[in-house]
């Protein structure tokens, strides 16, 4: 899949999704671009865990290898990864998560400022210390202007 076909398949949903929630889509497209490396990295079945969504108890799950940051060095580990049956149930599962973990909280002030929601977003949802550049450069390029 090109980018601009991933984009073509994910931002809709994501801008219906996120709109339901009030969070910002390009920050879930970018999030997902970057987690699933364009869609080829999909996990589970039919592949729409495009966030690296941990398994959270409910549902299906698959075991994979992962890598970490720990302590500043990349470890690989083995960790549950939550299985959805369609794309719409992994964008509304993303803004589950964002809108109801308690440790989300502090981004959601921010729903309006971009930047700001990444930054504070980041450090909380992944290990890797240019978890936030990352995702500001990717929307920057698939969305000029949002931020």
Known sequence: MTADDFLAWITPPAQEMCTKYDLPYQVCVAQAAIESEWGEAGIGCGG?????RKWNGNGSYVLLPTQEEVNGVMVQIFARFQSYPSLADAIEDWCYLITEEPCYAPC??????IEQFVRTLAPIYATRSTYADDILATIRACFPGAV
Request: glycine fraction near 10%; aromatic fraction near 28%.
């Open 108 to 113: 959601l002030q921010y729903r309006h400022d």
């Open 48 to 52: 729409f865990n495009l966030f690296g």
